[in-house]
């Protein structure tokens, strides 16, 4: 069989000739992907088993026993940068620095847990603070996010001895 060439042009004529509607396309902007807006800073922190448990302890403590239902590992967080610059009197405004990496103990092999938190930016600036006045005003430049995390860890068993007890 040969093929033999057809005459569309009738066709081709006829749908020239037809309206087609195009529907009408909107831009919708995307909301973020983070709910954090930027009045809080997301903190990674890093701790040895028996402050997190100490940690989770204050939390649990807070929700259960003062009825606090809001209260989240961020608040307790925020509560021991308060206690530790009330104690150590720190200055405010002073330049980012750079915490030390490493164990407290380069010795020990304790478990290391990490977990993050989001807190107010200004508590993260006066946690900045913190770390100058550790780092800089006492001179412990090997200061690390360990050595912080038991600070502000002792500052809360101090104030709350009977959660510890």
């Given at each position: 069989m040969a093929k033999t060439k057809k005459d569309f042009s009738a066709i081709l004529d006829k749908a020239k000739e037809m309206q087609v509607k195009t529907p009408l396309q909107k831009v919708v902007p995307v909301a973020p992907k983070n709910n954090v807006d930027t009045d809080h800073h997301k903190l990674s922190l890093r701790m040895y088993i028996k402050e997190f448990q100490d940690l989770t302890r204050f939390v649990n403590h807070m929700i259960v026993d003062e009825r606090n239902l809001t209260y989240k590992m961020s608040d307790a967080i925020s509560r021991g940068i308060h206690l530790m610059a009330e104690k150590d009197s720190v200055d405010r405004g002073k330049e980012k620095v750079k915490l030390s990496a490493g164990r407290k103990d380069q010795a020990t092999e304790a478990e290391i847990k990490g977990t993050t938190?989001?807190?107010?930016?200004?508590?993260?600036?006066?946690?900045?603070?913190?770390?100058?006045?550790?780092?800089?005003?006492?001179?412990?430049?090997?200061?690390?996010?360990?050595?912080?995390?038991?600070?502000?860890?002792?500052?809360?068993?101090?104030?709350?001895?009977?959660?510890?007890?």
């Open positions: 938190v989001i807190i107010p930016i200004e508590d993260m600036e006066l946690l900045n603070d913190i770390i100058y006045h550790k780092m800089i005003t006492e001179g412990n430049t090997k200061y690390s996010r360990l050595d912080l995390m038991a600070d502000l860890m002792k500052e809360i068993r101090e104030e709350n001895p009977s959660v510890f007890n």
